[in-house]
């Protein structure tokens, strides 16, 4: 696998001849990162992940974290006897499969992140959609993708309605590295539990983020046979979506990134967290990781 822990110095050399056209280009630009629960579970992992994010501040990028949790909320239920159940990869949330959601995203999940990268020399601010009036949301309806007839209720699964960047544009102006958890508020003050892909994007659409990179446990997407889809257009997404190719926690990854390149974010990657600094190096040099998104 290439990563740069296992790069000779040569090539390192030459990483960061590639790396400056692109740091001069991406100076002063924001970037959503999506750093997925199924890309965090190795503690070296996140050790590199936070160092990556600390880089592309130290050179001028402005990153903005918007991370899940989806396997790591499923250990907590499964100490309360629970088991999560998921309808099109979102996760049906009663009232006490919130209250799990809250603790483990914003008082675990964050906290972690937001420990890494002061670890890593960086200075994070961890969030949730709540702060700063960030991300207003109702009750998602969700129809069913074969039948439209039938509504599945997923609980407080929550469908954006309104993103106020107030206070992230607050942060990076003070050169803070927001770690936002993907939990919105409705207009009784309930909490609703969204998808962090779906946040990311809408995130990154908001802010006009120049890339959207969403860090998971495959190498990009993969056609029926297994093999990387380097590059997918809104038509053989659509077609994928049709023959059943795309399923599960994919579902809403891809749907944000489409709409996220359609809404005129520059660059879109569906890459491989688990490959150690795979985020920086596609950032910063010519090699092309994982899955772009195009929005035609
Ligand atoms: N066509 C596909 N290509 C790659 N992964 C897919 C595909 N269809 C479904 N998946 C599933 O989507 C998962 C990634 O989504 P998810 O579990 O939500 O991860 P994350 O925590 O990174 O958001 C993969 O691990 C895989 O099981
Ligand atoms: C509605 C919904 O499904 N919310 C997700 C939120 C966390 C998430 O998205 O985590 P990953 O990015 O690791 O999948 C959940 O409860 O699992």
Do not use: C
């Amino acid at each position: 696998m290439n990563d740069v822990t296992h790069i000779a110095p040569r090539d390192k050399a030459e990483i960061l001849a590639q790396a400056l056209p692109y740091i001069r280009k991406f100076h002063g630009k924001t970037m959503v990162i999506k750093y997925g629960g199924n890309a965090m579970t190795d503690p070296e992992l996140q050790a590199d992940f936070a160092e990556d994010v600390v880089l592309l501040k130290l050179v001028g990028i402005n990153p903005v974290v918007v991370h899940g949790g989806g396997p790591q909320i499923e250990t907590a239920l499964n100490r309360l006897g629970k088991k999560g159940q998921f309808i099109q990869g979102m996760r049906v949330t009663d009232a006490e499969t919130m209250e799990v959601v809250e603790w483990v995203l914003a008082g675990e999940v964050q906290q972690d992140i937001v420990g890494f990268i002061h670890k890593a020399g960086g200075q994070a601010v961890g969030l949730t959609g709540r702060d700063g009036g960030m991300i207003r949301a109702r009750k998602l309806k969700m129809v069913d993708s074969k039948d439209p007839s039938i509504e599945h209720d997923v609980g407080q699964v929550g469908d954006i309605v309104e993103i106020n960047t107030g206070v992230l544009s607050a942060l990076l102006e003070d050169n803070f590295i927001p770690v936002v958890s993907p939990i919105g508020f409705g207009d009784e003050n309930e909490s609703y539990n969204i998808n962090a892909d779906v946040v990311a994007s809408k995130l990154a659409e908001t802010l006009k983020a120049e890339k959207l990179v969403l860090l998971t446990n495959t190498p990009g997407v993969l056609d029926k046979a297994g093999q990387l889809l380097t590059d997918l257009s809104a038509r053989e997404i659509d077609a994928l979506f049709a023959d059943g190719t795309i399923s599960g926690g994919m579902l809403p990854k891809i749907s944000g990134a489409l709409d996220a390149a359609k809404a005129g974010v520059n660059a879109v990657h569906i890459i491989d967290g688990r490959v150690p600094h795979a985020m920086l190096l596609e950032i910063l040099t010519d090699q092309a990781y994982g899955t772009m998104i195009r929005a035609r």
